[in-house]
């Protein structure tokens, strides 16, 4: 299982996201977006997650700020555990982890 998790700020809670095999998820300030993200520079749906065979890819939806991995702004990225993807003023780090069970 993928996870995405905020890098820790003083300002800010720390956000968990959990990526299922075969999952494809939104994220957005939409109340439509699978995961909403309300903060500074993030679209209302501003990119799409997508799990697959192991794999974790972002595809940015025509964001009006772009989305970046490690720092460089992509369209479409595989990522990998270590990853730091970027959603407006919000950054994630990548980890896989083993579902328990």
């Known amino acids: 299982m993928w996870v995405l998790r905020t890098v820790e700020t003083d300002d800010d809670e720390t956000l968990t996201f959990r990526l299922l095999p075969g ?9 439509t977006a699978d995961f909403t993200l309300d903060r500074g520079l993030v679209s209302r749906l501003h990119c799409r997650i997508i799990n697959t065979d192991g794999r974790l890819e972002v595809e940015d939806l025509d964001s009006t700020n772009g989305t970046f991995v490690n720092g460089q702004q992509v369209k479409r990225k595989v990522l990998a555990a270590g990853d730091k993807l970027r959603i407006g003023r919000v950054e994630l780090t990548v980890a896989e982890e083993q579902a328990e069970g």
């Open 23 to 31: 999952g494809m998820k939104t994220f957005g300030r939409a109340q």
